[in-house]
C-alpha cells in the first residue's frame, strides 16, 4: 500500500471511525485480489466529461463491488439456461464478466461511450476462458433508443443514468416485454441514503413489483424487482 493510500485511510479512520476506515481496506484488497485473478483492469471511476458525454443525466462510471454482486444475486438464483442478462451502462465490462461466471444464456452490455466499450472487449477477451457462459457481447449504443431483445430476462442498472435516459431504457423493456410476454426480474445498484430516485421512476412505470431491498454496504443498496409472473 502506498503512502498516499495509508494516509487517506487515517484520515478516514479519524473521521469516519476505524470499522469504516478497516472495511474499505478489505475492499481496495478485494478489488484488487479479483482484477489480478480475472486479469482485467476495471476498477477505474470514469466520469462523463472524461469520455465526451454532456448529458446532465448521465452518471460517472464506477464498477460494481465484486462482493456486492456475489450478495445480490443469491437473493436471485440464476438457473442454468434459462436467463438472458443485460447490464445498462456496461463501461468497462466488469458487470459483465461477473455475470459470466453464472450459467445464463448469454450476457449483454449496452454501452454509449466508445472508449470504455474498446476497454470492455479487451477484458472480456480476457476473462472469457475462465467464465460459464461464454455467450458474452459488449455493445455500443444508446439507451433510450436502443432495443432490448426479445429473450433478455434479467436486467441490471449499477446508477448509469437517470432522467429521460432512465425513462427511455424502461420503455423499450416493456415494448420487449410486449412483444414477447415473459418473467423479467430488473436489478439496481444504487447509492445510498436512499430511496433512490430510480426506485422511484420504477415504481411510477408501474408493471414491475418489489421483490427484494437490501442494504450491502453503508455506501450501496440494491433493489430487485420482477414482473408478477417471475418464479
Known amino acids: 500500500m502506498s503512502f498516499r493510500a495509508l494516509k487517506n485511510y487515517l484520515v478516514m479512520a479519524r473521521e469516519k471511525g476505524v470499522a469504516h476506515a478497516w472495511q474499505a481496506v478489505i475492499q481496495r484488497c478485494s478489488e484488487k485480489y479479483h482484477e489480478r485473478r480475472l486479469g482485467i483492469h476495471s476498477a477505474q471511476i470514469v466520469q462523463p466529461h472524461e469520455v465526451g458525454i454532456s448529458n446532465p443525466n448521465a452518471h460517472s462510471y464506477t464498477p460494481t463491488e465484486f462482493g456486492h454482486f456475489t450478495a445480490i444475486f443469491k437473493q436471485l438464483p440464476i438457473p442454468p439456461g434459462r436467463h438472458v442478462f443485460l447490464d445498462y451502462g456496461s463501461g468497462m465490462g466488469r458487470v459483465l464478466i461477473l455475470a459470466g461466471q453464472y450459467p445464463f444464456k448469454r450476457v449483454l452490455g449496452i454501452e454509449y461511450a466508445e472508449q470504455l466499450h474498446k476497454?470492455?472487449?479487451?477484458?472480456?477477451?480476457?476473462?472469457?476462458?475462465?467464465?460459464?457462459?461464454?455467450?458474452?457481447?459488449?455493445?455500443?449504443?444508446?439507451?433510450?433508443?436502443?432495443?432490448?431483445?426479445?429473450?433478455?430476462?434479467?436486467?441490471?442498472?449499477?446508477?448509469?443514468?437517470?432522467?429521460?435516459?432512465?425513462?427511455?431504457?424502461?420503455?423499450?423493456?416493456?415494448?420487449?416485454?410486449?412483444?414477447?410476454?415473459?418473467?423479467?426480474?430488473?436489478?439496481?445498484?444504487?447509492?445510498?441514503?436512499?430511496?433512490?430516485?430510480?426506485?422511484?421512476?420504477?415504481?411510477?412505470?408501474?408493471?414491475?413489483?418489489?421483490?427484494?431491498?437490501?442494504?450491502?454496504?453503508?455506501?450501496?443498496?440494491?433493489?430487485?424487482?420482477?414482473?408478477?409472473?417471475?418464479?
Not at 415473459?182 to 447509492?191: E, I, N
Request: aromatic share 10%.
Open 119 to 231: 476497454v470492455a472487449l479487451d477484458n472480456v477477451a480476457i476473462a472469457r476462458d475462465r467464465l460459464t457462459c461464454k455467450d458474452i457481447q459488449p455493445l455500443v449504443g444508446d439507451a433510450t433508443t436502443w432495443p432490448v431483445p426479445d429473450d433478455v430476462t434479467v436486467v441490471y442498472f449499477n446508477n448509469p443514468f437517470h432522467g429521460e435516459i432512465f425513462t427511455g431504457a424502461l420503455a423499450r423493456m416493456k415494448e420487449s416485454l410486449d412483444r414477447a410476454p415473459r418473467p423479467m426480474a430488473v436489478v439496481l445498484y444504487v447509492p445510498r441514503p436512499g430511496p433512490s430516485r430510480l426506485d422511484r421512476m420504477v415504481r411510477d412505470a408501474g408493471w414491475l413489483e418489489v421483490r427484494h431491498q437490501f442494504d450491502l454496504s453503508p455506501e450501496r443498496m440494491c433493489f430487485i424487482y420482477t414482473t408478477p409472473d417471475w418464479k
